[in-house]
């Protein structure tokens, strides 16, 4: 087959690549001039363990190629962002799935077909892409076939999860269904699941947003146990011996492109029976703010001390921000002209952020842990010996040789941020 796979971020380009090392013609196109310059140079632009191997495979084997135009092929799978709208609920942007699907429309043929696997609002496909095409005359389930296929990786494990996770296979007919099972069955391991677009938009989306309220609930636990001096990290470990109970893990928010994006595409297109959902939105968008304010209270709210947050991702060993807390945490931290603030991430490179630690510890009168990456595991007390003393609010709990040190603090001990402290 050839393929045009468009937009090649953190979903478009692990795809296409596994389809062209799975012997199919991937035409890449991206509308980033330097996305498209850094592939043509055998250089990928993302961190995900293994992609620059499979792309350098994928350009030795002559499988793959980039540009940015469209051209024609048998299949287009579309694979461009959809962030939120700027309304009360934070709708579903489709402006850069619609544009995807002009870009098509010049060089689409009767057999071919369309997949999208952008994470898009119920009904999307319905409402919005099927009636672009049949305005150009296609007949879908005849003579263009178009499947909602939404992505269910982990960043971190995308190339591994591509294989053997199961893949929703949600077309707008019985025949599109059939279409988009052949296409992905080249290298998809695990179980071709049948549906329609419609339950596949909204399953992708529950997935998510199941995750999302469980997170809320640990989250809130976190805000009693503070009210109530109460251990919240011991309350989950303990429910969760209880057979049938499995409580989340709090943090400082909830981010990423999934988690703290799909619960608004449901509750704006059914705002008034999804208050859970609405609810539960509130509750993991408040946590930022209310480490920051327990980042105040372990300095006393004194001015003029410096601040180090490490970490900026959303998740562990990735390098994504988007719509991460921690950078959320990080930019009001710094909007604060009392603090002086520095960001350390092994993972992020920019030039707001610190790349030796040594240099972002010294003199630092308390450390944020916000992201649990790898590296972070393995700090000891003599990697803070260049503070002055600093406290440590680790919200991941992770830094597994500080804890039960007097000084380290994590969501479930939380409550004694701002009680008089000895520290070693």
């Not at 300095?299 to 390098?319: H, P, Q, R, S």
């Amino acid at each position: 087959m050839k393929i045009t796979v468009l937009g090649l971020g953190y979903i478009g380009l692990p795809t296409a690549v596994m389809f062209a090392n799975h012997n199919q013609e991937v035409h890449g196109v991206d509308v980033n001039k330097r996305v498209v310059a850094e592939l043509s140079q055998g250089r990928v632009h993302i961190e995900e363990p293994g992609l620059q191997d499979a792309l350098n495979d994928a350009l030795q084997a002559k499988k793959f190629e980039v540009g940015m135009e469209v051209t024609p092929s048998e299949v287009f799978i579309i694979s461009v962002p959809t962030p939120n709208n700027d309304d009360a609920l934070k709708s579903c942007n489709l402006d850069y799935v619609k544009s995807a699907v002009n870009m098509v429309l010049p060089v689409l043929e009767k057999g071919n077909t369309i997949i999208v696997e952008s994470t898009i609002a119920p009904r999307s496909m319905e409402d919005h892409v099927q009636p672009m095409l049949e305005a150009e005359g296609f007949n879908i389930g005849e003579d263009i076939f178009l499947v909602h296929c939404p992505e269910r990786v982990l960043p971190g494990q995308v190339l591994h999860e591509l294989i053997h996770n199961n893949r929703i296979i949600g077309g707008m007919t019985p025949a599109c269904t059939q279409k988009g099972k052949e296409i992905y069955s080249v290298f998809v391991e695990g179980e071709l699941i049948e549906t329609s677009a419609s339950a596949a938009e909204m399953s992708k989306l529950m997935e998510n947003t199941y995750r999302d309220v469980n997170i809320a609930l640990a989250n809130e636990l976190v805000k009693i146990c503070d009210e109530l001096s109460i251990d919240s990290l011991d309350v989950i470990k303990m429910a969760n011996k209880h057979p049938r109970v499995n409580l989340h893990l709090p943090g400082p928010g909830v981010g990423g492109h999934c988690l703290a994006v799909d619960p608004y595409f449901i509750a704006a297109e059914a705002p008034t029976v999804s208050p859970l959902i609405q609810t539960a939105r509130k509750i993991n968008t408040s946590m930022p703010e209310f480490v920051v304010q327990k980042a105040e209270e372990a300095l006393e709210y004194e001015a003029n001390k410096k601040i180090l947050v490490m970490g900026l991702t959303y998740k562990g060993d990735i390098d994504d921000i988007r719509e991460s807390p921690a950078m959320e945490i990080y930019e009001m931290l710094k909007n604060n002209s009392r603090y002086e603030v520095v960001a350390y991430d092994p993972h992020v490179q920019a030039d707001f952020v610190e790349t030796d630690l040594n240099t972002a510890t010294n003199q630092a009168d308390l450390v944020l842990i916000l992201t649990d990456h790898s590296e972070f595991k393995s700090l000891q007390p003599s990697d803070f010996k260049n503070t002055n003393d600093a406290m440590i609010i680790d919200t991941k709990h992770i830094a597994e040789k500080y804890q039960g040190a007097e000084n380290y603090y994590h969501l479930g001990n939380i409550s004694k941020v701002g009680q008089k402290l000895v520290h070693i």
